[in-house]
T-cell receptor, first 114, second 113 residues
Framework: ETGVTQTPRHLVMGMTNKKSLKCEQHLGHNAMYWYKQSAKKPLELMFVYSLEERVENNSVPSRFSPECPNSSHLFLHLHTLQPEDSALYLC?????????????FGPGTRLLVL | AQSVTQLDSQVPVFEEAPVELRCNYSSSVSVYLFWYVQYPNQGLQLLLKYLSGSTLVKGINGFEAEFNKSQTSFHLRKPSVHISDTAEYFCAPSENTGNQFYFGTGTSLTVIP
């Protein structure tokens, strides 16, 4: 398997559920990112990890909880979400956390919160 | 602070015609500039990027972009589009300090046969 993979590809959950999104990169990169993509809005950077340490958290609600156990894996734990959290969640990785680096994106998880 | 504006949300164009997708940004510091493309049901992938040097940058699939510092623009062009170019295109400047990337709202390019 190559590139950046995300599972599941689609997820429907109720507001009281707990679920997790998984991202795995096979590129040997040291930085990983979570983005939220909503219709007609710019991509929102949620979290940045560089060398497994969180370096950026753009004021994301605490109902989203990231975890980066190693440089190849990134999780987004979801708890008591709201309907407005429905969106496409994209994971990306790059060689380092520098802003000159190309980011490689996974196909995304389409999340629907009922 | 940084902002990015993609002036056209939707661009329809006939096959084999030229196209220009516009991007303007504002920043008080030096920037790096990226264009990404997103095909249906896929993640974003890099088309091209400007880091330094020549202001005319060539990317994949025949696309190119020109960095204009005085106009703070980084417009994307292709002289002859194909059906397969139908996709969403994102301009993404980043400042050369910090960890922040900025993405525009995207331009939906539809190539008409």
């Amino acid at each position: 398997e190559t590139g950046v993979t995300q599972t599941p590809r689609h997820l429907v959950m109720g507001m009281t559920n707990k679920k997790s999104l998984k991202c795995e990169q096979h590129l040997g990169h040291n930085a990983m990112y979570w983005y939220k993509q909503s219709a007609k809005k710019p991509l929102e950077l949620m979290f940045v990890y560089s060398l497994e340490e969180r370096v950026e958290n753009n004021s994301v609600p605490s109902r989203f909880s990231p975890e980066c156990p190693n440089s190849s894996h990134l999780f987004l734990h979801l708890h008591t979400l709201q309907p407005e959290d429905s969106a496409l969640y994209l994971c990306a990785s790059s060689r380092s956390g520098g802003t000159q680096e190309t980011q490689y994106f996974g196909p995304g998880t389409r999340l629907l919160v009922l | 602070a940084q902002s990015v504006t993609q002036l056209d949300s939707q661009v329809p164009v006939f096959e084999e015609a030229p196209v220009e997708l516009r991007c303007n940004y504002s920043s008080s510091v030096s920037v790096y500039l990226f264009w990404y493309v997103q095909y249906p049901n896929q993640g974003l992938q890099l088309l091209l990027k400007y880091l330094s040097g020549s202001t005319l940058v060539k990317g994949i699939n025949g696309f190119e972009a020109e960095f204009n510092k005085s106009q703070t623009s980084f417009h994307l062009r292709k002289p002859s589009v194909h059906i397969s170019d139908t996709a969403e295109y994102f301009c993404a400047p980043s400042e050369n300090t910090g960890n922040q990337f900025y993405f525009g709202t995207g331009t939906s390019l539809t190539v008409i046969p």
